[in-house]
């Protein structure tokens, strides 16, 4: 963050200052909600260049927490109200109205102040991935700050602007919302020069209603687009018209996969993509599922590799490819900063888990980050490529509104209608997915409602298939791939640690490693 004074600080914050004048000096370097990182540490206290910022909940209160981080060395903190009850007066109050949107109106000002080239991304999938390949493109430009994980809220967007510094060139900011009128609010604090919507999906479909909601939501990051933006989006989508009255007076960018969607068939068809700035041609996947192929863009072709598997990100490359043109990025700036992007954790990450002492190759693939409709169906068409026994576990997706029951089951169809052998599923609504994976199925599908009952059961069926493949050598029957994925809320990284584990403690010689694609 950069440094402010009380002054610069109080005005941000569209705040009244009450301090002594032994405290008019005082500049501040960071903005602090979590009363936990003014930790002692066994240290005595020192005074600090932190501001403390009360938030206030439903279920919490900042406030509450003003002695402990003063006792801690906090010298200022921004309140709703006066606290009287301190137990030293050397400590500046800033009495805002809502401390919430003062974070907000501190944040735009540090952001105005810096003044990056900043892009804002949005969408129901596929954006914390887009955010990163373009962050790894315009490294090659110059000094980027990203978000960090899903720091995409009206109080996580803040938070990333406050991470500004004067050396930094680009901003880019993820932004998700779970009901109307949030990304435009945090569009009006990040105020982009180019805006992107990756994609519509069922997502968060309780705070939107529908998909057209969801799409209305979405839109709302175009009507914070600085004068002379760029808006971009994916015009494969069907949602198009719900955002169309806010591009009037805009510059629009459109990007298409659909050459993705027909990769290693004989469908491809220019006209679904021709109209279109960028686009992908020629598109294969390797052995690990990591695609190839040609992008198709204002600047010219050029052959792209990427270093993540799954199909869909395909898509989710050239949505940033778009991006980074729009910034200024060339086509070598392009493909060498998608061949150095580095796996995002928990988005189908991939691990080798071997030892001499097992018939079986397991293949884990771990995409716990989050789920939706769509990120699970692209999930599942990157297992059903893998040669070997597919094993799919899920856990329930959140948020999905009066139809998530339905929800569920399609994606239970889905993975019967992909050939998916074996399906276990963890939680309330996945039983929906279970029952309908089961219907008029061969392959085995099985519920619980604890992780560890899931996971006892998977290790006595991957004890059994050891041991039936002791004398077998098939490599083809000793392939064992397996994906967990689920909502956050699910907690599916436990039964990722659960395997981890397991293994090690299986086999003395156990070993883990990325396929030579993905490290």
């Not at 960018?253 to 659909?258: E, G, L, Q, V, W």
């Not at 060498?336 to 928990?346: D, H, N, Q, S, T």
Request: charge should be negative; charged fraction near 20%; hydrophobic fraction near 40%.
């Amino acid at each position: 963050m950069i440094t402010l004074d009380l002054t610069t600080l109080a005005t941000a914050a569209n705040g009244q200052l009450l301090c002594d004048e032994s405290l008019n000096t005082v500049t501040i370097d960071d903005l602090i909600t979590d009363s936990r990182a003014f930790k002692l540490e066994g240290k005595l206290p020192e005074k600090r260049k932190d501001a403390f910022l009360a938030l206030k909940g439903p279920n919490f209160d900042g406030h509450r927490f003003a002695q402990q981080v003063v006792d801690n060395g906090c010298q200022v903190l921004i309140v709703d109200h006066q606290i009287d009850e301190l137990n030293t007066k050397d400590v500046a109050q800033i009495i805002v109205d809502d401390t919430r949107i003062a974070l907000g109106k501190i944040a735009a000002y540090v952001k105005q102040q810096v003044a990056p080239k900043t892009i804002g991304i949005t969408g129901s999938s596929g954006k914390t991935t887009v955010k990163e390949m373009l962050a790894a493109i315009l490294s090659r430009l110059g000094k980027v700050l990203a978000t960090n994980g899903n720091f995409n809220n009206d109080i996580g967007v803040p938070l990333t602007l406050l991470r500004l510094t004067k050396d930094d060139d680009f901003a880019v900011i993820e932004m998700g919302a779970n009901h109307i009128g949030e990304i435009a609010y945090t569009t009006e604090l990040v105020k982009p020069d180019v805006a992107m919507i990756n994609n519509i999906a069922a997502a968060h479909l309780e705070g939107f209603g529908d998909l057209c909601g969801v799409a209305r939501a979405k839109g709302e990051i175009f009507s914070g687009l600085a004068a002379n933006g760029i808006a971009l989006y994916n015009q494969d989508t069907k949602y198009t018209s719900k955002w169309q009255w806010r591009l009037t007076d805009k510059k629009v960018r459109t990007f298409s996969c659909a050459d993705a969607k027909c990769a290693d068939t004989d469908d491809n068809n220019a006209d679904d993509f021709v109209n279109a700035d960028c686009y992908s041609l020629n598109v294969h996947l390797d052995d690990n599922g990591c695609a190839s192929f040609d992008l198709q863009s204002s600047l010219g072709q050029c052959a792209i590799k990427l270093n993540v598997p799954g199909q869909h990100n395909v898509c989710n490359a050239v949505a940033a490819a778009t991006a980074a043109i729009a910034c200024g990025a060339s086509l070598q700036d392009i493909r060498l900063g998608l061949a150095e992007m580095a796996p995002v954790k928990g988005r189908l990450n991939i691990h080798r888990l071997a030892s001499k002492n097992s018939a079986q190759n397991i293949k884990l693939i771990d995409d716990t980050y989050n789920a939706n409709v769509e990120s699970i169906k692209a999930a599942i068409s990157l297992l059903a490529n893998y040669s070997g026994k597919q094993i799919l576990i899920l856990g329930d997706m959140g948020e999905l509104g009066s139809e998530a029951r339905s929800y569920h089951q399609e994606v239970g169809e889905f993975a019967k209608e992909q050939g998916i052998n074996v399906l276990l599923t963890l939680g309330v609504l996945s039983q929906n997915t279970s029952d309908a994976f089961a219907h008029k199925n061969d392959a085995m599908s099985k519920h619980f409602s604890e992780h560890t009952n899931l996971s006892a059961y998977l290790f006595s069926q991957l004890e059994q298939n050891n041991n039936n493949n002791n004398n077998n050598n098939n490599n083809q029957e000793s392939n064992i791939n397996i994906l967990v994925k689920g909502s956050r809320s699910a907690h599916m990284e436990y039964v990722v640690e659960d395997i981890f584990n397991w293994h090690a403690s299986r086999f003395e010689d156990s070993t883990c490693h990325a396929p030579e694609d993905n490290t």
